[in-house]
């Protein structure tokens, strides 16, 4: 094998690394969709991508960057139906406020990690709640969001166990 | 040597932090446009949409369909539970269905024997199309369902989808092979309805919850719990006689409970009434060769 094309497939090897991040945060955007026959879930289906977001930006903040943020907000957008661009707004609002505390955040033991995450996701979940109330111009029940919110923290540590299981086994 | 790169560093070391904050920046104002944008122009928005959920409409077609056999398991389950109490119940309701389907008989032929007298014109037969719904909203503040049907199936914009015996939504996005409907209780949703047995007329408005709100219902009209809503036929989308539910008393007004039930949301029949409704003149007012 000659240096050049061991370049071209470390390269190659490094890109596909580099897109771990963002393609679990699509996987599971997709994934919150397919329908299920659990009462209400659809309604309340955990907020994958603030989980993904805030995770990857906490731990590998080069890997998530703005721009990826921005399309991993664009595709739940598009998916959802609902109205365009709150995603993609709201999780680059979250990406800039993991960015100032990851250095706090990272240092702690995962328990205060997730302390970070209940804080930041009740930003994230107020922000859309105001933003979709607002672009409809109607007050919105806020009990499905809430509802929402819990399912979204609770499920964060099972996801981050995932998300540091890919970030072992292919980030590195 | 050290020495120089660590000023290079002083100096590149801001320059990419004041970088990264105008592409933040930048990427914020430009999700707050996508917001105007889709407030402002919804064709190109829909355009965008459609293309995802075609792009996406194999890989969601295939992951419902275990998650279908999963969901089949657990009914099966639950139905073993209970048979001979359903099969009591079901007996019973078969004798009075009979019953019924005699009466039905002869006011169907009492019905064509009026018609005929009348001379009064058939509405339009009905062609549809069942798809398969592979596609939930996903969220606290949407009711839409991606059904894998789209305009290659001859599914239009403005057909109504009906599950079961009811109403469920109606088509608002068509790509080439998925749909989006917008269901009865999404927040966006109006239908004009009609209470069957003393012809008020309201609009059905959906508030993202189970039960939509019956609204601008005439002060004194005479409207209980337990009538039956259908679809009023005004406004020219649905044809008239569609059914919706049946009128529950809540929170002092009236709201209407679908026949459907919305977790088992699985095969919607997208119906062609053959109408040109707002919306499909919305559609063609682009073009000055259009519909007159």
Known sequence: ?172 | MKDRTGSVLRLTQPLRLWLQRFTFLLLLAGAAGLMLLGKADTVIVERMRVTASDALAPVLDALSRPTAALNDAIDAGRNVYGLALENRTLREENARLLQWQAVARRLEAENAALRGLMGFVPETAASEVTARVIGASGGAYVRSVLAAAGARHGVRKGQAAVAGTGLAGRVNEVGDRSARVLLITDLNSRIPVVVESSRDHAILVGDNGDRPRLDYLRPNARVAPGDRVVTSGLGGIFPPGIPVGTVVAADGGFRVQPPIDWDRLEFLRLMDFGLSGPVRAHESAGDPGGRP
């Open chain 1, 1 to 172: 094998m000659n240096p050049a094309d061991s370049g071209l497939l470390h390269r190659l090897d490094a890109a596909a690394r580099a897109a771990v991040p963002t393609l679990t945060a699509l996987a599971l955007i997709v994934a919150g969709v397919v329908p299920l026959r659990l009462p209400e879930f659809a309604a309340v289906v955990p907020w994958f991508a603030l989980m993904a977001v805030y995770y990857w930006t906490m731990y590998r903040a080069e890997l998530m960057p703005a721009p990826a943020v921005f399309a991993i907000g664009v595709f739940q957008d598009l998916l959802s139906g609902g109205p365009f661009g709150v995603n993609a707004f709201v999780l680059l609002l979250t990406h800039g406020a993991v960015m100032t505390q990851r250095r706090v955040l990272m240092r702690r033991p995962f328990s205060l990690g997730w302390l970070g995450f209940v804080a930041i996701a009740l930003m994230g979940f107020a922000l859309t709640w105001l933003a979709m109330a607002l672009l409809n111009l109607t007050l919105i029940d806020p009990r499905a969001a809430m509802v929402q919110y819990v399912l979204t923290v609770l499920l964060y540590p099972p996801i981050a166990w995932v998300f540091a299981a890919a970030h072992r086994a292919w980030v590195h």
